[in-house]
């Protein structure tokens, strides 16, 4: 079965910066657009990140210069490298796919506070 799993939350300064992972199972993972999405409290869930299958990437305009999105198909792996982090970036992310359903991971909770 499809199954996504992120790590590399944590609690780090303004300012500073976090690499999450989310590794895949269950799927031809290089066949997949992979998306991250996040959510902060009592907030909806809010798009954040894309990359295609040639590795393209697409940023929403809140977070474009400070994450960058990667993935490494032989580990079946997507990254989301997050830098100049800012307290309002504080949410639980999740990466997604989609092909015949949505698939989601349980998330990574990430907390920017001094």
């Known amino acids: 079965q499809v199954q996504l799993v992120e790590s590399g939350g944590g609690l780090v300064q303004p300012g500073g910066s976090l690499r999450l992972s989310c590794a895949a199972s269950?799927?031809?993972?290089?066949?997949?657009?992979m998306n991250w999405y996040r959510q902060a409290p009592g907030k909806e869930r809010e798009l954040v990140a894309v990359?295609?299958?040639?590795?393209?990437?697409f940023y929403v305009d809140r977070v474009k210069g400070r994450f960058t999105t990667s993935r490494d198909n032989a580990k079946s792996t997507v990254y989301l490298q997050m830098n100049s982090l800012k307290p309002e970036d504080t949410a639980v992310y999740y990466c997604n796919t989609r092909f015949l359903s949505d698939y989601w991971g349980k998330g990574t909770l990430v907390t920017v506070s001094s």
């Open positions: 269950g799927f031809t993972f290089s066949s997949y657009v």
């Open positions: 990359i295609d299958i040639g590795g393209s990437t």
